[in-house]
C-alpha cells in the first residue's frame, strides 16, 4: 500500500483547494479499515491513525509489506547459501518502488497523484530481492527504465482516452512479452523505448521546477483564473522536458517482444 511520506518533492505553487484537499481520491471515501487495523498502526506508530487529505500512515504500508518478508527471507537465505536459484527473478508489485518513476509533479494534471502511488518498504525490498526486473502499476504511465542498476517496468493498457496519450506505446505496439523461454536467447525482453522512460533516461529529473506544459496550464487556468503559474509555455520549452507527444512508435520496437 502506499504512503504520503514516499512523496519527498515540493507541491507547485499553483496547486488548487481541491486537489490539495484530495477531494475527488475516491480511495479516501471508499475505503474502511478494520478496526484491528487502525490500532495496530497507532500501537506501532505511538500517535493517530492516518488516512486522508493530511497523509497516509507509513505503517500500513508496512503492515502490508510484512505479507512478503516470508518468502523475501526464505529467498534471501538459499542466495546466501549459495543454492542454485532460478535463473531469471520477476517480481511484482501494484503501487510504484521510488519517485524517479514518476513525472515531476508540473507534468501531471493531479499533482497529489505523488501522495498515493508509493511505499518506501516497497523499494527496500526491491532492492533486497534484486531482480532482473521489477514489474509495477498505479499510475497507468508506460515506462521501462534502469535507476542504480535496478530494472523497473510498467506496460499499462490503459482506458481508451489514456491510450490515446499516456498508455500510448501499448496501444500503438501490442502488448510487451517481457520473458520469452522460447527461441534463441536473449529471453528477456531488453529495455524497451518509452516516452518517460527515454526522458528519464536522458538526465535527473528537477522536482523544483514548477513551469508547467501548455496541457496543465490551462487545465489549472480553466480551474484557478486567479492561478499563480510561473513563466509561459515559451518558458516550458527552455526547461527540460520530454519533448512533443510521440504519435507512432513503428521502427522503435521488435516485433518479437510484443503480442
Known amino acids: 500500500f502506499y504512503c504520503s511520506d514516499w512523496d519527498r518533492e515540493p507541491d507547485p505553487p499553483w496547486v488548487g483547494r481541491e486537489q490539495r484537499e484530495m477531494l475527488g481520491w475516491l480511495d479516501f471515501r471508499a475505503i474502511r479499515w478494520p478496526p484491528n487495523f487502525e490500532s495496530e498502526v497507532r500501537q506501532r506508530l505511538g500517535e493517530h491513525f492516518l488516512f486522508g487529505s493530511h497523509g497516509t500512515s507509513r505503517h500500513l504500508s508496512e503492515l502490508f509489506a510484512a505479507a512478503n518478508e516470508t518468502w523475501l527471507e526464505e529467498l534471501l537465505a538459499m542466495r546466501n547459501e549459495q543454492v542454485e536459484l532460478?535463473?531469471?527473478v520477476i517480481s511484482f508489485s501494484?503501487?510504484?518502488p521510488r519517485q524517479?518513476?514518476?513525472p515531476e509533479k508540473r507534468f501531471l494534471l493531479d499533482a497529489m497523484l505523488h501522495r498515493v502511488s508509493g511505499s518506501c518498504v516497497l523499494e527496500d525490498q526491491v532492492r533486497r530481492?534484486?531482480?532482473d526486473v521489477h514489474v509495477f502499476g498505479h499510475t497507468h504511465l508506460s515506462v521501462d527504465v534502469e535507476v542504480q542498476g535496478q530494472r523497473y517496468i510498467q506496460w499499462a493498457l490503459g482506458n481508451p482516452r489514456e491510450q490515446r496519450k499516456?498508455?500510448?506505446?501499448v496501444a500503438d505496439t501490442?502488448?510487451?512479452?517481457?520473458?520469452?523461454?522460447?527461441?534463441?536467447p536473449p529471453h528477456m525482453a531488453p529495455v524497451q523505448f518509452t516516452y518517460w522512460g527515454n526522458y528519464f533516461q536522458s538526465g535527473p529529473r528537477a522536482p523544483s521546477e514548477f513551469c508547467p506544459p501548455s496541457y496543465v496550464r490551462k487545465l489549472v487556468q480553466y480551474q484557478y483564473p486567479d492561478a499563480d503559474i510561473p513563466g509561459d509555455d515559451e518558458f516550458f520549452q527552455r526547461?527540460?522536458?520530454g519533448g512533443p507527444s510521440i504519435t507512432?512508435?513503428?521502427?522503435?520496437?521488435?516485433?518479437r517482444w510484443r503480442q
Open 86 to 88: 532460478p535463473h531469471v
Open 94 to 96: 501494484h503501487f510504484v
Open 100 to 102: 524517479e518513476l514518476l
Open 129 to 131: 530481492l534484486a531482480p
Open 166 to 169: 499516456m498508455t500510448n506505446v
Open 174 to 184: 501490442g502488448m510487451l512479452v517481457l520473458y520469452d523461454s522460447g527461441g534463441d
Open 239 to 241: 526547461t527540460r522536458h
Open 248 to 255: 507512432s512508435y513503428d521502427g522503435r520496437y521488435e516485433a
